[in-house]
């Protein structure tokens, strides 16, 4: 009735979506309330991703040998709030000691825009340094004592769940 005449003449509205995009703009908008699609890539460009998280980051600091090296601050989201857009075959993987942490990256330009935390194997570490502009609000950083690894997964208290849903 009306309700489908309304969706029928939004593209004529002179918005730019195609009626499965606006429906898909409405579903995303009512799936992650609260949450802001930030886009990101790598530098060259052949990597390229989305991620619905806060405005407002909660950056980790990790001190493990790999994150120290690389100085690797990310904040950590679930898998479903992740979407590989491009660059599946521009990237590579690297692993050590226990391989829970996939540490992905462009095989042209070497950037980690993203990887699989062992803290969170059912999510990703997003770099923040990798996101557009235009979608932060803040930033609020936690230093993580990754080389005593154990010991601060006991004692940290969210830091596990952060890929749930």
Known sequence: GRQRERWETFPEAGSGFTCEGAAKLL????E??????HTGGCHCGAVRFEVWASADLHIFDCNCSICKKKQNRHFIVPASHFKLLKGAESMTTYT????KAQHTFCKRCGVQSFYT????PGGYGIAPHCLDEGTVRSVAIEEFNGSDWEKAMKEHKT?????KE
């Open 32 to 37: 992650y309330q609260g949450l802001v699609k």
């Open 96 to 99: 050590f000691n226990t391989h």
């Open 117 to 120: 935390p062992r803290s969170n």
């Open 159 to 163: 830091i596990k769940n952060m890929s």
């Open 27 to 30: 579903l995303d908008t009512f």
